[in-house]
């Protein structure tokens, strides 16, 4: 929305009106727009001079998020295990500020598949940022390895004993015969709209 307002006016055109901005982004009314510019100007990327109509004008440093390249490293299972290799997808840029998070060089995301975690809010085709070498804690929801098999569920422990628990109950807990790896603990979720 920076952008437009910024461009409109650096093309010799008057500020654009909140309804301009409106049918611009398709918004249903005036009102979305009006919330979205009071945003830019509560973080100070633009003033408005009251009462007068049109007065919006960027300020002169705009204000930048502090953004981070996570790795997405495939899609992980939430349902029943699976073997899976890890797929390389690219990357995708976060708002650390507005995840509260502090990414390391171990970051990393995995693409949800499944509906096992539901209880937990984490659906399928979210996104899970999860932190590699991070030691698990009872309660947490953790990308693990149970027998050779990679999922998405909840790391518990009951009788010093760890198992991996789905926050669905059409699924069982996950108990191991061999094995139980963690290779990632829970830090944020990603949500597309749809």
Same mark, same amino acid.
């Given at each position: 929305?920076?952008?437009?307002?910024?461009?409109?006016?650096?093309?010799?055109?008057?500020?654009? @009106?909140?309804?301009?901005? $409106?049918?611009?982004?398709?918004?249903?009314?005036?009102?979305?727009?009006?919330?979205? /510019?009071? $945003?830019?100007?509560?973080?100070?990327?633009?003033?408005?001079?009251?009462?007068?109509?049109? @007065?919006?004008?960027?300020?002169?440093?705009?204000?930048?998020?502090?953004? $981070?390249?996570?790795?997405?490293?495939?899609?992980?299972?939430?349902?029943?295990? &699976?073997?899976?290799?890890?797929?390389?997808?690219?990357?995708?840029?976060?708002?650390?500020?507005?995840?509260?998070?502090?990414?390391?060089?171990?970051?990393?995301?995995?693409? /949800?598949?499944?509906?096992?975690?539901?209880?937990?809010?984490?659906?399928?085709?979210?996104?899970?940022?999860?932190?590699?070498?991070? &030691?698990?804690?009872?309660?947490?929801?953790?990308?693990?390895?149970?027998?050779?098999?990679?999922?998405?569920?909840?790391?518990?422990?009951?009788?010093?004993?760890?198992?991996?628990?789905? &926050?669905?109950?059409?699924?069982?807990?996950?108990?191991?015969?061999?094995?139980?790896?963690?290779?990632?603990?829970?830090?944020?979720?990603?949500?597309?709209?749809?």
């Amino acid at each position: 929305m920076l952008d437009f307002i910024t461009g409109r006016m650096q093309q010799g055109h008057p500020c654009p @009106s909140l309804r301009e901005i $409106a049918a611009h982004f398709g918004f249903g009314n005036a009102y979305a727009a009006s919330c979205h /510019v009071d $945003a830019l100007v509560a973080k100070g990327a633009l003033i408005r001079d009251p009462g007068k109509a049109r @007065s919006l004008r960027p300020t002169a440093a705009i204000p930048r998020h502090r953004t $981070a390249e996570i790795p997405i490293f495939g899609s992980i299972p939430a349902g029943f295990g &699976e073997d899976r290799e890890e797929e390389a997808e690219g990357c995708i840029a976060v708002d650390l500020d507005a995840l509260q998070l502090k990414p390391t060089a171990r970051t990393f995301a995995l693409r /949800v598949k499944g509906d096992s975690m539901t209880g937990k809010g984490i659906l399928d085709g979210d996104l899970v940022l999860l932190e590699h070498g991070a &030691e698990a804690r009872h309660g947490q929801v953790v990308a693990a390895l149970i027998d050779g098999k990679s999922t998405l569920k909840t790391y518990v422990v009951k009788n010093r004993r760890p198992f991996l628990r789905a &926050e669905n109950p059409k699924y069982p807990d996950l108990m191991p015969a061999d094995e139980l790896m963690v290779q990632g603990v829970f830090v944020a979720l990603i949500r597309k709209a749809r």
